[in-house]
């Protein structure tokens, strides 16, 4: 799969570069769970860089959202219109994301691109407490359809995104030591293909993504350094999620797609997305299978 297109990127390049016009969030509001540290800030960049009209910048512990918010702010261009807006929000708690939302409708914001890159991560497999494992799956899966479709909710305009940080752990086998992370990443990784077959991608077009090996703190915390691999730049992941968020990126509604791969040549391949399983999750070493045909 590393080798999927010929070209393999480790770093941004000009096609998702978010400086350039085609990739524009001018006059957009995007909002970014997980965001005030990590690869969620590093989007946060990207999406300033892109000329979003507001960026908002969503985190669990108040000091951390506010020193992000400072970062953000001092590294943000004096000639940059973007309206950088925190909210502190724990999305593991339904009673604050809806509060969240609440709060965006009294404040008249329309949220056009909803990016899902908060996560429970970690070690723990399916023969530990059965709460713990599920745990995984509250925050992993239920939280973040509670935020789709709270964010879905907002209205019928045209033209939103929903992009989800997913990882490759949906599909390596085996998984190691990290079994129920990728159990509930790889659960929500596919509703989120289930409701790109329910909303029109001209209402809202909804990609999924592998950010690519990144050296986050979570990472180093994990034990990692920079001589354990050839690590990914973290700006590879954060503009390809601004690129994803785009009407270039329409074509691949419902897939799911690693940072690495050429963007170029994922487009000369449009025509392999008749195959309605292609760059989906399902059964490896067997043709996609249509519910239509499977009760046919």
Same mark, same amino acid.
């Given at each position: &799969?590393?080798?999927?297109?010929?070209?393999?990127?480790? /770093?941004?390049?000009?096609?998702?570069?978010?400086?350039?016009?085609?990739?524009?969030?001018?006059?957009?509001?995007?909002?970014?769970? =997980?965001?005030?540290? =990590?690869?969620?800030? @590093?989007?946060?960049?990207?999406?300033?860089?892109?000329?979003?009209?507001?960026?908002?910048?969503?985190?669990?512990?108040?000091?951390? *959202?506010?020193?992000?918010? %400072?970062?953000?702010?001092?590294?943000?261009?004096? %000639?940059?219109?973007?309206?950088?807006?925190?909210?502190?929000?724990?999305?593991?708690?339904?009673?604050?994301?809806?509060?969240?939302?609440?709060?965006?409708?009294?404040?008249?914001?329309?949220?056009? =691109?909803?990016?899902?890159?908060?996560?429970?991560?970690?070690?723990?497999?399916?023969?530990?407490?059965?709460?713990?494992?599920?745990?995984?799956? @509250? &925050?992993?899966?239920?939280?973040?359809?509670? &935020?789709?479709? &709270?964010?879905?909710?907002?209205?019928?305009? /045209?033209?939103?995104?929903?992009?989800?940080?997913?990882?490759?752990?949906?599909?390596?086998?085996?998984? =190691?030591?990290?079994?129920?992370?990728?159990?509930?990443?790889?659960?929500?990784?596919?509703? *989120?293909?289930?409701?790109?077959?329910?909303?029109?991608?001209?209402?809202?077009?909804?990609?999924?993504?592998?950010?690519?090996?990144?050296?986050?703190?979570?990472?180093?915390?994990?034990?990692?350094?920079?001589?354990?691999?050839?690590?990914?730049?973290?700006? #590879?992941?954060?503009?390809?999620?601004?690129?994803?968020?785009?009407?270039?990126?329409?074509?691949?509604?419902?897939?799911?797609?690693?940072?690495?791969?050429?963007?170029?040549?994922?487009? @000369?391949?449009?025509?392999?997305?008749?195959?309605?399983?292609?760059?989906? #999750?399902?059964?490896?070493?067997?043709?996609?299978?249509?519910?239509?045909? #499977?009760?046919?």
């Amino acid at each position: &799969m590393t080798t999927f297109t010929k070209i393999h990127h480790h /770093k941004s390049y000009p096609a998702i570069d978010p400086t350039s016009s085609a990739n524009s969030q001018k006059g957009r509001t995007v909002l970014i769970t =997980g965001s005030s540290a =990590g690869i969620g800030f @590093e989007i946060a960049r990207a999406f300033i860089s892109a000329s979003a009209s507001r960026v908002i910048i969503l985190g669990r512990r108040q000091d951390v *959202l506010d020193a992000a918010v %400072s970062n953000l702010e001092s590294w943000k261009p004096a %000639s940059s219109a973007t309206i950088i807006t925190p909210f502190r929000c724990d999305i593991s708690h339904e009673i604050e994301i809806k509060e969240l939302w609440e709060k965006l409708e009294r404040e008249d914001i329309e949220v056009d =691109g909803l990016i899902l890159n908060a996560a429970k991560t970690g070690p723990l497999g399916a023969t530990a407490d059965w709460k713990k494992v599920w745990e995984y799956f @509250e &925050m992993n899966v239920l939280a973040n359809l509670q &935020m789709a479709q &709270m964010f879905l909710a907002q209205g019928p305009e /045209k033209g939103k995104a929903i992009v989800n940080v997913s990882t490759a752990a949906v599909h390596v086998n085996p998984v =190691g030591d990290h079994g129920v992370y990728a159990s509930s990443k790889a659960s929500f990784t596919h509703l *989120l293909q289930v409701l790109a077959d329910e909303v029109d991608v001209e209402c809202c077009q909804i990609l999924s993504y592998h950010p690519g090996r990144i050296l986050t703190e979570s990472a180093k915390e994990a034990g990692f350094t920079e001589e354990s691999f050839s690590w990914d730049s973290v700006e #590879l992941p954060a503009a390809w999620c601004v690129w994803a968020s785009t009407k270039q990126a329409s074509y691949l509604h419902g897939r799911y797609l690693w940072t690495n791969w050429d963007v170029d040549e994922l487009f @000369e391949m449009k025509e392999r997305l008749e195959d309605q399983g292609f760059l989906k #999750l399902g059964l490896q070493g067997v043709d996609s299978l249509s519910h239509d045909a #499977l009760f046919s």
